[in-house]
């Protein structure tokens, strides 16, 4: 039923109009960038260069970012792991506690 009113009124679910949003905003850059390259003031060669330029500080930045988040994830699963050996010590325990006691 909702979703007979919802198509009724024009609404949308979260899910779909956050992928339209992603959607739109992949068409508008792709667009926005092909009418850059299209109506550059510079010549073919010197914009070539500026895109090769900017895809290497663009592949340098992507580079550094996944070394944060490898470190990152490295730190946290050392977390969890030291974490999970406490516990499973703890039920170990605990286990021949209740054993003793039985």
């Known amino acids: 039923m909702g ?3 919802g198509n009724l009124f024009g609404y949308q679910k979260k899910s779909e109009a956050r992928a339209n949003v992603v959607i739109g905003t992949l068409a508008g850059l792709l667009l926005g ?3 850059g390259l299209l109506l550059a003031p510079q010549s ?3 914009t070539r260069e500026d895109i090769a330029r900017l895809a290497e500080k663009g592949y340098e930045k992507a ?3 996944s070394h ?3 470190d990152f994830v490295k730190d946290k ?3 969890v792991s ?3 050996i406490k516990r499973k010590d703890k039920a170990a325990e605990d286990v021949a506690e209740v054993t003793e006691e039985a």
């Open 3 to 5: 979703e007979l009113f």
């Open 33 to 35: 960038t092909a009418a």
């Open 44 to 46: 073919g060669k010197e």
């Open 63 to 65: 580079v550094a970012a």
């Open 68 to 70: 944060t988040v490898v």
């Open 77 to 79: 699963s050392q977390e």
């Open 82 to 84: 030291e974490k999970f």
